[in-house]
């Protein structure tokens, strides 16, 4: 088990970033959260088996169709308890 933490930049936002990273992430078994940030990336933290949390952080180079992704930054970070994957308004 372990949790990262993943930093999205490029137009990510008002794209359905967040929503289409919650589905691939309850898709893949992983739990945490994504949110936007006022400097205009998301931020996610995604926590599960390295497996999926790789396909994870595959998947948001690329992210939904509308977005542009120009970076990706990730950071391992302590694990937490958490049962589910949500969206932080």
Not at 44 to 67: H, K, M, R, S, V
Request: with cysteine.
């Amino acid at each position: 088990m372990k949790r990262v933490r993943i930093t999205i930049s490029g137009q990510v936002q008002g794209v359905w970033y967040r929503k289409n990273a919650q589905a691939k992430a309850q898709e893949l078994g992983l739990n945490g959260w994504v949110k936007n940030t006022s400097n205009g990336h998301v931020l996610a933290e995604a926590q599960g088996e390295n497996a999926a949390l790789q396909q994870f952080i595959t998947w948001c180079y690329q992210g939904p169709e509308a977005a542009i992704v120009t970076g990706v930054e990730t950071e391992n970070i302590a694990t937490e308890e958490c049962f589910s994957f949500d969206i932080h308004r």
